[in-house]
């Protein structure tokens, strides 16, 4: 603890920065994750918000990526076809991803092969909550919300017609990007439509993708083969590039919406994405039992099989009702109805290996009220039905249909220079596995919280926030090869080389959460620091039984007690003004220790980074050089091997110039990574197999009408 709060010094006495117009997006940007629609200066909630310049300059092919280098968040890839966000050393099922504040709905939650299914091309802009937002998200979001927001569902009069489109290229994927969008309307009636395509070769890297000698320390960590056992016809290793990492998606949304009275609309929207990837050599491990079958299989079968590609389609159906002050009593009504329908194909050569689908109802419901138990306040309901199969050989959780049902109630009161916030909830959980070998589960699980936010003078507040939180164990936690009766049954789940045996009687996850924040905002620069610590009772992971079958380590999911504790930072500070425009300095970073009681270190944790961005912006011109450095994470946790740190510079510029009377365009180029480092994030179950993207040059141009 003492060697976090030196750095939380160390890091707050630095000088830090940006430009003027960036903090004023960030204080004046309404939040929409929040029921109250409220600024991020009105509250003690931990807040990322990319929107703007900054969200096109930072936005990426996958939302792990475009967030990764922010202050408490980071990046888990699986490939470069796959990035989830990392929030405060949570991911999977306890850091949620929603699309205009509604489940995203994928299956990226259920393994780290799986890719979230949000555009960042296509977001007007991106809000994470960190830290537990269970009251206003449910229990899954444990460890943090990230928002993808976009206008497909106009929420504002458009009054003409406006648009824009984009074209950019990225050297070291070779990728083909395009971006469209178009709105208009009469003022009463809005529309939208917007989509992207999106083609990309494989990744070049520098040096091997395999780091085999990490590779070997891993299976003797895992009890692997001894060396005289060791199979000699290993994955190929390739030098400069990842094999099988290519990709292509595309995505169309249209909505629209009628706006009568003020400010209230009602909307609808559809969209539709496919998009294939695939997985670097060494990703999916077929452990399978040998039988008569299975010997008879040529070579040119086994070879085809180790390329593996992941064939996904997802059609996602929204509807919203939003009405501005309907009574004297209410101030805001808010209904979201969404169908999404997912599914995705893992093809082992031009076989399909296994199916996995998902079908999700959810609907949500806020009453934003005015003075009754607070100054104001927002009661709640969500509700999400949700089918979920895997159909194959690597199907290891039985098909299973869950019901979810949350009530919350948010209340907050303005007192001097004080905001005082606190709010419940209760969820309901039901999971229902379609197989004799288990009994449907249920769970209710109560939420707490209460902060904070004193504002000490014009320039200075600092917030407290207090929460108690509590998760539902997910459906692969409780079912996963519950249905096999023998050793000969168990499947091996492949993203992680492991059998994986889920555990029926895993009670709720309960987190007590204390956040600290202090934030000082000048009139050209701002620094916001944060000390987090959470305590998880029960908490869920999977824990190496030192059994094997087949030589397959077998991983059971257990509980034990946690805690979480770490510091985070984001600052600009205006230095001067030169010619028409600003010099601004920026420094950010964080650091996150994570422990079992009785396991040692929690696997998968980001390592201390710190970071810095020197930029010059103009009115039309905006270039900056920008450099992050991550420690080696030799706190790898039992069984994981330690990563090595690395640092990578950045160079872009921007500039923008008129067309014509009412349009103007944009060129922008990156050189990405110039000191060609090789990254491997600590955060990655693929680290050892698959480094991130070596130097590279990324250009493109945008027309906006």
Same mark, same amino acid.
């Given at each position: 603890m003492k060697r976090i709060l030196s750095i939380a010094v160390a890091m707050a006495s630095a000088q830090m920065a940006s430009s003027a117009s960036a903090q004023e997006?960030?204080?004046? *940007?309404?939040?929409?994750?929040?029921?109250?629609? !409220? !600024?991020?200066?009105?509250?003690?909630?931990p807040v990322t918000i990319l929107t703007g310049e900054d969200l096109r300059r930072a936005a990426a092919t996958t939302i792990g990526e475009t967030l990764g280098n922010r202050a408490g968040i980071a990046n888990a890839t699986f490939g470069p076809g796959v990035g989830r966000?990392?929030?405060?050393?949570? @991911?999977?099922?306890?850091?949620i991803t929603l699309q205009n504040n509604i489940l995203s709905a994928d299956v990226s939650s259920f393994s780290p092969d799986h890719s979230v299914t949000v555009e960042a091309l296509l977001a007007d802009s991106v809000e994470v909550l960190r830290g537990p937002s269970t009251l206003l998200y449910g229990g899954g979001a444990i460890g943090g919300v990230v928002n993808v927001i976009d206008n497909r569902i106009p929420r504002e009069a458009i009054d003409g017609i406006e648009g824009a489109v984009e074209y950019r290229y990225d050297e070291a994927s070779d990728m083909d990007a395009g971006v469209g969008r178009?709105?208009?309307?009469?003022?009463?009636?809005?529309? *939208?439509?917007?989509? &992207? &395509?999106? #083609? &990309?070769?494989?990744l070049d890297i520098p040096g091997f993708a395999i780091d085999e000698q990490a590779v070997e320390e891993q299976e003797e960590l895992l009890g692997g083969h001894d060396e005289g056992e060791h199979d000699e016809e290993e994955t190929e290793n390739t030098d400069g590039f990842i094999a099988n990492t290519d990709s292509e998606t595309d995505v169309i949304n249209a909505g629209f919406s009628f706006h009568f009275g003020e400010g209230s609309f009602a909307g609808f929207s559809v969209s539709h994405l496919e998009s294939e990837y695939g997985l670097p050599p060494g990703a999916h491990a077929h452990h399978e039992h040998e039988d008569e079958h299975e010997e008879e299989h040529d070579e040119d079968h086994e070879e085809e099989e180790e390329v593996v590609r992941l064939d996904m389609e997802q059609t996602r159906y929204d509807a919203m009702l939003h009405l501005q002050n309907p009574t004297e009593w209410a101030e805001a009504v808010r209904g979201f109805l969404t169908y999404t329908d997912y599914s995705h194909d893992e093809l082992e050569g031009s076989e399909v290996g296994t199916q996995f689908n998902r079908e999700t109802w959810e609907t949500r419901l806020e009453l934003v009220h005015g003075a009754f138990l607070g100054d104001h306040g927002v009661i709640g309901l969500q509700a999400r039905a949700d089918e979920f199969e895997a159909v194959g050989e690597e199907g290891y959780v039985p098909r299973t249909d869950s019901t979810e049902l949350g009530l919350f109630v948010l209340?907050?009161?303005? !007192?001097?220079?004080?905001i005082y916030e606190v709010g419940a909830r209760v969820d309901y959980v039901e999971r229902d596995p379609d197989t004799v070998a288990s009994s449907e589960e249920d769970f209710t699980a109560f939420s707490l919280s209460g902060s904070a936010l004193w504002q000490i003078n014009d320039t200075w507040q600092a917030g407290i926030a207090l929460s108690r939180s509590e998760r539902a164990p997910s459906t692969e936690e409780l079912f996963s090869n519950v249905e096999?009766?023998? #050793?000969?049954?168990?499947?091996? *789940?492949?993203?992680?080389?492991?059998?994986?045996?889920?555990?029926? $009687?895993?009670?709720?996850?309960?987190s007590l959460n204390f956040d600290i924040s202090l934030h000082w905002h000048g009139e050209r620069s701002w620094a916001e620091l944060s000390v987090f610590y959470n305590s998880f009772e029960d908490y869920i992971f999977l824990l190496n039984s030192g059994e094997e079958v087949d030589e397959t380590p077998v991983y059971l999911y257990e509980q034990d007690d946690a805690e979480f504790y770490g510091v985070e930072l984001e600052s600009s500070f205006h230095i001067m003004d030169i010619g028409p425009g600003s010099v601004d300095l920026g420094v950010r970073g964080d650091v996150i220790s994570g422990e079992f009681d009785d396991a040692g270190d929690v696997p998968r944790l980001p390592p201390v980074r710190v970071g810095g961005q020197l930029s010059w912006s103009g009115e039309n011109?905006?270039?900056?050089?920008? /450099?992050?450095?991550?420690?080696? @994470?030799?706190?790898?946790?039992?069984?994981?091997?330690?990563? $090595?740190?690395?640092?990578?510079?950045?160079?872009?510029?921007?500039? !923008?110039?008129?067309?014509?009377?009412?349009?103007?365009?944009?060129?922008? /180029?990156?050189?990405?990574n110039i000191g060609d480092d090789q990254i491997?994030?600590?955060t990655s179950f693929l680290r050892n197999f698959a480094p991130e993207a070596g130097e590279s040059i990324e250009a493109g141009v945008r027309f906006i009408f």
């Open positions: 997006d960030r204080m004046e *940007h309404v939040l929409v994750t929040t029921p109250i629609q !409220r !600024r991020e200066a009105d509250t003690a909630l966000p990392v929030i405060r050393g949570q @991911q999977g099922p306890r850091a178009l709105e208009g309307g009469n003022g009463k009636f809005s529309f *939208h439509l917007s989509g &992207t &395509t999106r #083609e &990309t070769d494989d209340e907050d009161w303005h !007192r001097g220079d004080w096999a009766t023998n #050793e000969e049954e168990l499947v091996t *789940h492949p993203a992680t080389g492991a059998i994986e045996i889920g555990d029926t $009687d895993l009670d709720e996850e309960v011109f905006h270039t900056y050089v920008s /450099v992050l450095n991550a420690a080696d @994470q030799d706190d790898p946790g039992d069984f994981e091997t330690e990563t $090595d740190g690395w640092t990578r510079w950045d160079i872009g510029a921007d500039y !923008r110039f008129q067309v014509a009377d009412s349009s103007e365009a944009q060129l922008f /180029v990156k050189w990405k491997r994030l600590s």
